[in-house]
């Protein structure tokens, strides 16, 4: 495969990353997933396509954003400007008329080969620290030639590389895609089928079979749960994902706990974000339900 003439949709390469993998790693974020979970920290990751981004503190109010749209989707309003997500295209006039950056495109289609060279600038820093690249999303099997092409590309360079899943794929996506990395961060965010669909309206047996796929592989394989108020925080519920990650001898889990971070993002995208009053897990919480997993299963990790 030509890495020049792979294309995929991206949203954001963040540098210095510690939490995605070990050492110091570059992490490629992919737009698009099939599960629209209400605690999502990137929302812009959810849809496949490119998305405008408003921010109202940044905001002028010199309308030059809406006399460069083509398709009439803005209008300046009192205090703010408006956008008609129905008429937009995106087409990026705004943006590039935009002087302050109120406006921006959120996402972006790439290259392998262009993402490769990005992600080879801090070469020297994955050396000393044994980090590398991870593909996270979104779902990156969502865009599986774009991410098994990225892997790839890492193995050739002599790279290693990590990718962030939930599962969302056919199971052959799954094989295919994941036996061509180092790293596995498997996301398991509930036991029980049906909590998970009125939650987040992902079909969980699939996420299941496709770590049982996963964990066949050869390929380590780390556990990631976020922990959610009122979804999954309970120590039953902690304690049932991680008896099942004994059950396909991964011996590593990670606990993710909620935080409220992201919520800018979904009013920046003309979205409402739906987990205001949930109030994210103490440490002392935390440790409890590490204790509860016993065996030593359990690395605590905080992002």
Known sequence: MDPSTIFGNIFDVQRFSIHDGPGIRTTVFLKGCPAHCPWCSNPESQCALPQLSYSHSRCLRCGRCVSA???QALSLQADAVAIDRARCIPC?????????GAVRLVGRITTVAEVLAEVE?????YEH???????SGGEPLAQPEFTLA???GARAR????????????????VERVLARTDLILFDIKHIDSDSIRSFAGEDNAVVLDNARVAAQLGVKMIVRVPVIPGFNDQPHQITAIGEFARSLDVS??????????????????????EMLE??????????????????????????
């Open 69 to 71: 749209c083509p398709e």
């Open 92 to 100: 990026d006039e705004c943006t590039r008329a935009c002087p302050s």
């Open 121 to 125: 600038r801090d070469r020297v820093f």
């Open 129 to 135: 620290s044994g980090g590398g690249m991870t593909v």
């Open 150 to 152: 990225l892997l790839e």
């Open 158 to 173: 002599g790279l290693h590389s990590a990718v962030e899943t939930a599962g969302l794929a056919e199971p052959e996506t």
């Open 252 to 273: 590593e889990m990670h606990l993710l706990p909620y935080h409220g971070y992201g919520a800018a993002k979904y009013a920046s995208l003309g979205r409402r974000y």
């Open 278 to 303: 949930a109030v994210p897990p103490t440490r002392e919480h935390l440790e409890t339900l590490r204790l509860n997993l016993g065996d030593g299963l359990l690395n605590l990790e905080i992002i």
